[in-house]
């Protein structure tokens, strides 16, 4: 079983929904980070949390310690959000050695 | 600041040669980490490197791969000699040291191995 499961892998929506990415994690984390991939491109670094909650424009991360769970949530979804968002921890154990999710592929049609 | 840097950003070659690839991090971050992208195995980590010794290598997959940290603003991950099984998106990232930092990715190395 992988240590960071990702839901769904694939998504498709119309442009203006509101999207919900999962993230569920079997290890005790030191932190949790949102990434973004977009087709033929690099990775960018959305979020990194900890604890709570943390917004940007219109993303949303959030965080459940104890469940061991996130989302990530995409307000007005555009076509310009299509990408692949990857959700990665921190082990504690392993210092900023980061473990990824497999990836959740989002095409937003217009 | 210019990000991080990698060079090249394209390489092919054939099975058997060696592939030299070559990651500038941002300035003053002192970890850096080098990823593996492929469609079966999606992103893992290679090797990292806190203040330019290596942490974690756990990550190399044989001895045909090394990684080296010669200085704060340079390092090379070669692969010799390279084999097919090796073609994938090989990513460079730098950050401040410590779990609680973020961590920023240069473009990215697309290895083809014929």
């Known amino acids: 079983k992988n240590e960071v499961e990702q839901s769904p892998q694939n998504l498709t929506a119309q442009e203006g929904e509101f999207i919900t990415i999962n993230c569920s994690y079997s290890v005790g984390i030191s932190a949790l980070h949102w990434l973004q991939q977009h087709p033929g491109g690099g990775i960018v670094s959305l979020f990194m949390?900890?604890?709570g909650k943390k917004k940007h424009g219109r993303l949303i991360a959030t965080i459940n310690i104890q469940e061991k769970h996130s989302s990530l949530h995409i307000t007005a979804s555009h076509p310009r959000d299509s990408a692949v968002y990857i959700c990665?921890?921190?082990?504690?154990?392993?210092?900023?050695?980061?473990?990824f999710g497999a990836g959740t592929i989002l095409r937003v049609k217009s | 600041d210019a990000g991080v840097i990698q060079s090249p950003r394209h390489e092919v070659t054939e099975m058997g040669q060696e592939v030299t690839l070559r990651c500038k991090p941002i300035?003053?971050?002192?970890?850096l980490f080098w990823y593996r992208q492929t469609m079966m195995r999606g992103l893992e980590l290679l090797i990292y490197?806190?203040?330019?010794?290596?942490?974690?290598d756990s990550g190399m997959p044989e001895d045909r791969f090394s990684a080296k940290m010669p200085n704060a603003s340079f390092s090379t991950l070669k692969i010799q000699p390279s084999e097919p099984r090796d073609s994938a998106v090989y990513f460079c990232?730098?950050?401040?040291?410590?779990?609680?930092?973020?961590?920023?990715f240069g473009p990215g190395t697309r290895l083809t191995v014929l």
């Open positions: 990232a730098s950050s401040l040291e410590g779990a609680y930092n973020e961590q920023f």
């Open positions: 300035s003053g971050h002192n970890s």
């Open positions: 990665a921890v921190s082990i504690m154990e392993y210092g900023n050695k980061l473990v």
């Open positions: 490197f806190n203040n330019n010794v290596p942490i974690d």
């Open positions: 949390l900890s604890s």
